[in-house]
């Protein structure tokens, strides 16, 4: 199971960069890129059964 990655370092977790809208976009727009896609939520088709992979599902 992969998954993507990113290195962004501006600097020093206390270095005053991280309080920049510029820096605070790049680490947003990074999160959003390396989070999984959204799967839609499949139902059950009979009574009793599960959804494929529904304890992947959170």
């Known amino acids: 199971m ?3 990655t ?3 370092a501006p600097g020093h ?3 005053p960069i991280y309080f920049q809208p510029e820096i605070r976009r790049v680490l947003a727009n ?3 890129w ?3 896609p959204a799967q839609a939520q ?3 088709t009979r ?3 599960y959804p494929k992979n529904w304890w ?3």
Do not use: H, I, M, Y
Request: charged share 35%.
């Open 2 to 4: 992969g998954g993507r």
């Open 42 to 44: 499949t139902k059950a």
């Open 56 to 58: 992947v599902q959170a």
């Open 34 to 36: 390396a989070a999984p």
């Open 30 to 32: 990074a999160v959003r």
């Open 47 to 49: 009574k009793g059964e």
């Open 6 to 8: 990113n290195d962004f």
């Open 13 to 15: 977790e206390e270095s």
